[in-house]
């Protein structure tokens, strides 16, 4: 007798599904996929995750109607760290400390559908929007450091005007063409019908299809760029971060072996690499309110934005 896991029993409850929804209509099927395309699992936040948030500043901010919870550091030039998938900001926590000792605020915040932030689906365009959004409302920053799809939303938010002096990209995925078609496949859509639900997936997303892959994107931009990527990535093959680098007109390769997708993280050389790429650009501003690497004695962000709220200088 075999015996299947609930897993298997799902996906072939939902392969029945998508059978029978295709067969009355495809652009049913398409908005089903894109559905459980773009809803992200939370995952608990790890003991040390949580440590590292509460050395620092939590605050929130708005963005599309969503309250969005962010996390600061340091003093100084301002560092927006980009999380990936089904991440957290606080995944970042072993760049907190050597970035705040060379000089460097450091800020991240969960994406929508993740970790403390409002929301249920997410993607490239929602993480662009966010990343803008926040920018617009703490000011400039000096640098940008940004995970797997991070990086996507990244290359979205600086080809709709986002200023970013210098960008590092761990792990970026050249497209997202490839992680919709393992969920088409998934659900059993025919290896022909992939493009055109890509297509619809992309247009309704508000972008056309090269607009939102980051090797379409990268010949546009031109920050100095520092890509990362592990030759073993087993999710985001190596060859994506190459693409990247040579399509991007200041871009340098750096790659490692034995990281794999999400040790790249922690790495001391990485995160070395990426402390002195990021020194290199001559200091802007930093941010417009002090925030101590402990958090001691003043006022959350939340707070400061409130009042910046009531005097009516430059909140939105």
């Given amino acids: 007798m075999t015996r299947h896991s609930p897993s298997d029993l799902r996906i072939k409850a939902l392969r029945l599904g998508f059978q029978t929804l295709r067969a009355l209509s495809i652009d049913l099927a398409h908005r089903g996929a894109e559905h459980l395309f773009s809803r992200p699992r939370r995952h608990r936040e790890p003991e040390s995750e949580r440590c590292a948030r509460q050395r620092g500043r939590v605050f929130h901010f708005r963005s599309k109607g969503l ?7 340091g003093e100084g030039p301002a560092i927006l760290c980009l999380h990936g998938w089904e991440g957290r900001g606080t995944q970042f926590q072993s760049f907190i400390e050597p970035l705040a000792k060379a000089g460097f605020s450091i800020l991240t915040f969960d994406q929508p559908g993740h970790g403390g932030s409002q929301g249920r689906r997410s993607g490239p365009l929602q993480w662009a929007e966010a990343t803008r959004d926040l920018v617009a409302q703490v000011g400039p920053i000096h640098g940008l450091v940004a995970h797997s799809l991070g990086a996507a939303g990244a290359a979205i938010a600086m080809d709709h005007g986002l200023q970013a002096p210098r960008v590092v990209f761990l792990a970026p995925p050249a497209r997202p063409d490839p992680y919709y078609d393992r969920v088409l496949s998934l659900l059993g859509f025919p290896e022909a019908e992939h493009p055109a639900a890509f297509q619809a997936y992309a247009r309704r997303s508000g972008l056309p299809p090269e607009r939102i892959r980051l090797l379409s994107l990268a010949s546009r931009l031109s920050a100095p760029l520092l890509v990362i ?31 794999g997708h999400q040790r790249i993280l922690r790495d001391t050389t990485v995160i070395k690499q990426t402390v002195a790429f990021l020194q290199r650009a001559e200091a802007s501003h930093p941010l417009p309110f002090p925030l101590p690497f402990h958090g001691e004695g003043l006022r959350s962000l939340e707070w400061h934005l409130f009042h910046r709220e009531l005097r009516g200088d430059g909140w939105t």
Avoid: F, K, M, Y
């Fill in 229 to 259: 990527h592990d030759r073993g990535d087993r999710e985001v093959p190596w060859s994506d971060g190459e693409a990247i680098a040579s399509a991007w007109p200041s871009a340098t390769l750096l790659t490692t072996e034995g990281l």
């Fill in 67 to 73: 309250r969005l919870r962010g996390h600061a550091w």
